[in-house]
């Protein structure tokens, strides 16, 4: 019996500490396992705060430049086609090329295919001499309003201009002016998109 005892005792304290390792220390070491991964999942959040707080930061800071990048933008592709404006712009630009004869026809506002914005198509003829036209190109080139040239077409004009010798030439132009208003066109409501939709 005396020397079972110790054996027993030996084998009770081995079940104890199994049993202590199995209740006790094993939670613990999955508990600690399941915090290390919340506390790394903690720390990748806090940098992707940290770094949208950054980008926030930036943009506060450019916030005065971006809004007069899209006033900018306003101006030269406006919320509606505005002919009358359009076409008072390209007068005083031929007005001050010092053009002996200008004519503008815009035609209808149609949808780009991207359905983004709306495109007007324009005709503009201009008589002058050689540095009329090219200032009147130039006046063009630098209106407010955003335009781009599709065509072009030279021809000589006639006579030459009174007081001088040198001969006029006619200029035939294709031009391209925008808008954001993609419901401008034959048919449909006058004014910006949102007013539109919103009737």
Same mark, same amino acid.
Not at 65 to 77: D, G, M, P, S
């Given at each position: 019996m005396s020397r079972r005892g110790p054996i027993i005792a030996g084998a009770?304290?081995?079940v104890i500490a199994v049993l202590?390792? $199995? $209740?006790?220390?094993?939670?613990?070491m999955s508990e600690v396992s399941e915090t290390r991964e919340e506390i790394a999942a903690a720390e990748a959040q806090e940098t992707a705060l940290r770094a949208q707080l950054a980008s926030l930061k930036e943009a506060q800071a450019n916030a005065p430049?971006?809004?007069?990048?899209?006033?900018?933008?306003?101006?030269?592709?406006p919320p509606t086609a505005d002919l009358p404006a359009l076409i008072r712009l390209l007068t005083a630009a031929a007005d001050g090329s010092a053009v002996d004869f200008f004519t503008v026809a815009p035609g209808n506002p149609q949808l780009d295919p991207t359905g983004a914005f709306s495109t007007i198509q324009t005709?503009?003829?201009?008589?002058?001499?050689?540095f009329a036209l090219d200032q009147f190109l130039f006046r063009l080139e630098t209106l407010p309003r955003a335009a781009k040239v599709t065509s072009v077409s030279i021809t000589p004009g006639g006579a030459a201009l009174p007081g001088s010798t040198v001969n006029s030439l006619s200029m035939q132009l294709g031009v391209e002016f925008y808008t954001t208003d993609t419901s401008a066109g034959p048919g449909s409501l006058p004014g910006p998109s949102e007013s539109a939709g919103g009737t």
């Open positions: 009770i304290v081995a202590a390792v $199995f $209740f006790l220390v094993l939670p613990k430049q971006v809004k007069a990048e899209i006033a900018k933008l306003a101006n030269e592709v005709a503009i003829s201009v008589t002058g001499g050689y």
